[in-house]
């Protein structure tokens, strides 16, 4: 079974910055697609960012030039940075692994964390 576990959530103030982590555990064999979503109060569902397996990103409009997606190679692990945060980015923030193969699963699941709170606040 995989696990995600975000972490780095919090309170900034409007201008602040702040950085997410997600790091996947579990027997994983390939992993098509990680990124973030997000889902402020009454509101759907966000794509925030994503990157592929190749190394290419992509981002919502709403945060494009203001964050970041990054991994790090050494483990399966990835990161937003989010800079000049401002009020509508709060939301929980969760992180997924999209395609993956296991080595009890041969066919591609999708795995999500339990999020994270960012709060962007005066």
């Known amino acids: 079974q995989v696990q995600l576990v975000e972490s780095g959530g919090g309170l900034v103030q409007p201008g602040g910055s702040l950085t997410l982590s997600c790091e996947a555990s579990?027997?994983?064999?390939?992993?098509?697609?990680m990124g973030w979503y997000r889902q402020a109060p009454g509101e759907d569902r966000e794509s925030v960012a994503r990157?592929?397996?190749?190394?290419?990103?992509n981002y919502a409009d709403s945060v494009k030039g203001r964050f970041t997606i990054s991994r790090d190679n050494s483990k399966i692990k990835i990161y937003l940075q989010m800079n000049n945060l401002k009020p509508e980015d709060t939301a929980v923030y969760y992180c997924?692994?999209?395609?993956?193969?296991?080595?009890?699963?041969?066919?591609?699941?999708?795995?999500w964390g339990q999020g994270t709170q960012v709060t962007v606040s005066s």
């Open positions: 579990g027997r994983i064999e390939s992993i098509t697609v």
């Open positions: 997924y692994a999209s395609g993956v193969r296991t080595v009890t699963s041969m066919m591609f699941n999708d795995f």
């Open positions: 990157i592929s397996r190749s190394g290419s990103t």
